[in-house]
């Protein structure tokens, strides 16, 4: 640390991406992302006289993709604010209303969420999973913070019914609800709907995950218009051109494609089931998940020891040392093929493990 460095930062412990090799070579399985690339849709859109337009600033209001969101989810154009990615609308998001009551969430789940209440001076509370690795709805009830649940959750990839989400907005008027829907594409509801009902709700998805965008860094919120009012007067203290030009033509070309949409989402759910079928015959637990992601534990090797075995074989996972999912990896539910090369390697690991 400088002698420069704010002291009030002098206790942030950035988040810590997943590896993003380079060069390639591996059968990359650690970041959440998809094995299919974007829509041919999103190519078509980004023509040469596209990358001329470069030499204007984009269009701060993001206008193409935001209708293209309201006319998708049948909401308000005004209540939508889009973002460089998910991770922006949810700092904007939790500097806009948690300073002065706070923020709750689960003891496992996103970790940025503690990195931005971290970085802009918010307190926070932690309510532990279940010991399956639930979100109990209850569990929030008595506490004072506003709340936010990722759903599916973070690293667990279990997913609580709308029906549940329901409760807890209707429940709590003076709070704030946020729910985080990175993962919601891979077989779970959207609550999007219930915005338009409740003014204390507020619906975040993004791009990267199940719409094959990562790189493009799309992500947005939806919630009643007096909320959206609230975020934009932060986005437009901050970076009124968040999103570049490209990636909203990107963004709306992609929203587009419906077909292919529903062919990839299809496609990841049956080798999220495919990947859990295998896990388990090799001796594993795996955590129900609604994810493009499964966490998975083996009584035989650590977390740690597995992570670090396949990456000396060429696969990448993710590992969270040190809390309650020490024990587990997570594994992205590539494609049929890095999924294959995935369960040969575990069978190779194994079998050594066994031997030792
Ligand atoms: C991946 C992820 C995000 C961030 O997505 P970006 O749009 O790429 O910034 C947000 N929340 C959760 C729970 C995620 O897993």
Do not use: W
Not at 114 to 138: A, S, W, Y
Not at 182 to 196: K, M
């Amino acid at each position: 640390m400088s002698r420069f460095f704010s002291t009030d930062l002098k206790d942030l412990n950035p988040y810590i991406p997943g590896e993003q090799p380079v060069s390639g070579g591996f059968v990359k399985l650690n970041t959440n992302e998809s094995p299919f690339p974007p829509s041919p849709e999103v190519k078509k859109a980004l023509d040469e006289s596209r990358v001329s337009e470069l030499r204007l600033y984009s269009d701060p209001t993001a206008k193409t993709l935001t209708d293209a969101i309201a006319r998708y989810y049948g909401v308000p154009s005004d209540s939508i604010v889009t973002s460089n990615g998910s991770d922006e609308i949810l700092a904007f998001i939790i500097k806009a209303f948690c300073k002065d009551r706070g923020l709750a969430f689960a003891d496992v789940t996103y970790g940025f969420y503690e990195v931005f209440c971290k970085l802009f001076g918010v307190e926070f509370v932690t309510v532990p999973l279940d010991r399956d690795f639930k979100i109990d709805v209850n569990d929030y009830k008595g506490l004072s913070q506003n709340i936010i649940i990722a759903n599916p959750n973070a690293q667990t990839g279990v997913y609580i019914p709308v029906s549940d989400i329901k409760t807890l907005v209707s429940e709590n008027k003076e709070r704030l609800v946020i729910i985080d829907e990175a993962y919601v594409d891979f077989g779970g509801e959207s609550v999007i709907p219930l915005t338009r009902e409740y003014d204390n709700l507020v619906v975040v998805q993004t791009f990267s995950k199940s719409r094959s965008l990562a790189g493009a860094r799309i992500g947005f919120m939806v919630a009643d218009a007096a909320l959206a009012a609230d975020v934009k007067k932060i986005k437009y203290s901050f970076n009124p051109y968040n999103l570049n030009r490209l990636s909203i033509l990107a963004g709306a070309a992609a929203l587009a494609d419906k077909e292919y949409f529903v062919k990839t989402t299809a496609e990841i759910i049956k080798n999220r089931e495919f990947l859990t079928d295998s896990l388990k015959l090799m001796g594993f637990k795996v955590i129900d998940s609604k994810a493009n992601f499964v966490l998975a534990s083996h009584g035989a090797e650590s977390g740690r020891d597995l992570y670090l075995a396949l990456k000396k074989e060429g696969v990448l996972v993710r590992h969270f040392p040190g809390g309650r999912i020490d024990d587990f990896i997570r594994i992205t539910v590539g494609s049929a093929e890095e999924l294959a090369v995935l369960i040969q390697k575990l069978g190779i690991i194994l079998q050594g493990a066994e031997n030792a």
